[in-house]
């Protein structure tokens, strides 16, 4: 149950500051318990499971919106955004920009 909780949290709230110690006093847990039940349960740590979450949406929103790239990189919850770019790049292989220009082939 906590770690769906942790899970739903992230998903409603993407776009801001997402730490570990936040996360597991949300679900009253110590920090290393919720990590290791949620990676036992999930198969992924935190901290994988937050940047997936936040890379397919903002992959969603690059094909689905005409934002700039440092809004979604904003409102992904990257406050830098060649942080974002790099990010994007290491997940997907290819930089938000050229994943933008290939959608709109």
Do not use: W
Not at 35 to 51: D, M, P, Q, R, W
Not at 90 to 105: A, C, D, L, M, V
């Amino acid at each position: 149950r906590e770690v769906d909780a942790v899970k739903q949290y992230i998903c409603d709230h993407f776009g801001e500051e997402l730490g570990i110690d936040k996360l597991a006093e949300l679900v009253f847990m110590a920090p290393s318990y919720l990590s290791s039940v949620f990676k036992k349960e999930t198969g992924l740590n935190l901290s994988k499971f937050i940047k997936a979450y936040r890379m397919e949406r903002a992959k969603d929103m690059l094909e689905n919106t005409m934002a700039k790239i440092v809004d979604i990189s904003i409102s992904c919850g990257y406050a830098n955004v060649s942080y974002f770019c790099s990010s994007f790049r290491e997940y997907f292989g290819i930089s938000p920009q050229k994943f933008r220009s290939q959608g709109e082939k």
